[in-house]
């Protein structure tokens, strides 16, 4: 019996899958944020494409080489873009000689769009043939209506790669006329995609995943599916894709999945798609013809500059206190001074009091309060990252208390998220459930 372990066999190519190169040294320096891959990955992915892998070479012969020939063991189509241009380091036609074995010559309509281009932009006729007119023995042409050099179309063993000039401009006018189709064609890909992304705040990427264990299953199950987790601060995305011959039954397929998924995640789920947790706040409000005011403490205000973000939000944000000294949440807000003298300012019941204050002075429905350390030097003894966040309505009030991870400007930025959502569950309390004071919930994390 053999010990030595079995080669891992290599899985079947995917015939949709397409692999991307990126030449220059710009883009190794740093000189140069690359914005071909995001627009290519997106355009590729709505027809129905997956994009494989991603590669960057320098501008040298060496690498080029060695970047394509990654990219063809990768996919069976192939993107390059850059290095097509007139100049010595241009070296993406020379290294597709290479990996074709076919060497370099004039191509006649090449050599025609250079010399057009160049004539309608009044360079007269070039002395001598300009080698972006090369391309290795029977690659093909693609067009460029946006710059002079002509992208090549080259069959690498099982592959064919798509060479494109580096100029985003020209990569956005070649890839729907000269690409696009032939890649859909050769993938038999299938044009119709629907996606949609689920907003989910306090909660983790385990504790969704383990709430759509079904909708897991189902997507494994369909080839043309997608399910991708996305964490921010306090704030998770899932986003579910799916490809079908029609756009139609990708939305028919689309809606399914999403159905089952609201349906498993329960209260967390806070919107969809373009939904952030300010502007649901604000269609609640809006709905119950209620509003809010805030009274802000380490927040300095971002809590209200968050809502009044949102368009429209005048119809419910009465406006924000920011009652940063401790005297201010006595003067302003009418939090017992007794109170902030026994309690101190950073205390889950001086931010039910402050959001009573504020409900209170500025006449708003519900009053929703920060208080808490943002750091870097602890206050009254309490470690940077201890927050209070509450709220006070018709129904009462509640609190949450957490000790959040991070530097200041994190610790803020996650305490209006906080904030926000601790409203956004109140409202979310069926209206016949208002009316009962429920007191503290507080917790704390780490
Ligand atoms: P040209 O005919 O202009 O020489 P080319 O095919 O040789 O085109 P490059 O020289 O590599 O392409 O790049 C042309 C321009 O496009 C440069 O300004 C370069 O910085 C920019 N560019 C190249 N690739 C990218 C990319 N991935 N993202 C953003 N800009 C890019």
Redesign the pocket.
């Known amino acids: 019996m053999s010990l030595r372990p079995e080669p891992p066999q290599r899985p079947e190519r995917d015939r949709t899958g397409v692999a991307i190169v990126?030449?220059?040294d710009?883009?190794l320096l740093g000189d140069?944020?690359?914005?071909?891959?995001e627009w290519l990955a997106r355009r590729l992915d709505a027809a129905g494409l997956r994009v494989t892998s991603t590669f960057v070479a320098s501008d040298d012969l060496v690498a080029t080489v060695t970047a394509l020939l990654r990219a063809i063991e990768d996919a069976p189509s192939v993107i390059v873009?850059?290095?097509?241009?007139p100049?010595s380091d241009?070296r993406t036609r020379e290294a597709l000689s290479v990996l074709s074995g076919r060497p370099l010559w004039t191509h006649p309509e090449m050599a025609a769009d250079v010399r057009s281009h160049l004539r309608s932009r009044g360079r007269g006729e070039p002395a001598a043939e300009s080698p972006m007119a090369q391309a290795p023995e029977g690659a093909g042409r693609l067009a460029n209506p946006a710059?002079?050099?002509p992208g090549l179309r080259v069959e690498v063993r099982d592959a064919v790669v798509y060479a494109l000039?580096?100029?985003?401009r020209e990569v956005r006018a070649m890839l729907p006329l000269a690409v696009l189709p032939e890649l859909v064609a050769r993938a038999g890909a299938q044009p119709g995609t629907a996606r949609s992304s689920l907003r989910l705040a306090g909660i983790g990427e385990s504790q969704a995943a383990a709430r759509l264990v079904d909708v897991e299953k189902a997507v494994a199950a369909d080839p043309g599916a997608s399910i991708a987790y996305l964490p921010g601060p306090a704030l998770l995305e899932v986003r579910l894709a799916v490809h079908r011959p029609s756009e139609t039954e990708a939305r028919r397929s689309l809606q399914v999945y999403v159905g089952a998924a609201v349906g498993a995640l329960g209260e967390d789920l806070y919107g969809q798609d373009e939904d952030t947790l300010a502007s649901v706040v604000i269609g609640s409000l809006v709905a119950r013809q209620a509003t809010c005011a805030t009274a802000e403490s380490l927040t300095g205000g971002l809590v209200g500059a968050a809502i009044t973000d949102i368009p429209g939000s005048s119809a419910a944000f009465r406006g924000a206190v920011v009652a940063y000294a401790t005297e201010l949440k006595a003067q302003l807000l009418g939090v017992p001074p007794a109170h902030l003298a026994e309690r101190g300012a950073v205390d889950p019941s001086t931010a039910v009091l402050m959001a009573e204050g504020v409900r209170d002075r500025l006449a708003a429905t519900y009053g929703l309060a920060t208080t808490g350390v943002a750091g870097p030097d602890p206050q009254e003894s309490h470690p940077p990252g201890t927050v209070h966040v509450a709220v006070a309505g018709p129904g009462g009030h509640r609190v949450r208390s957490l000790e959040l991870p991070g530097d200041r400007e994190f610790v803020r930025r996650l305490t209006v998220v906080l904030a926000l959502d601790l409203l956004r569950r109140e409202l979310a309390v069926p209206r016949g459930e208002v009316g009962e004071p429920r007191g503290e919930v507080s917790d704390a994390e780490s």
């Open positions: 990126l030449v220059g710009e883009l140069v944020a690359d914005v071909n891959t873009t850059g290095g097509l241009g100049t241009d710059g002079t050099a000039p580096g100029v985003p």
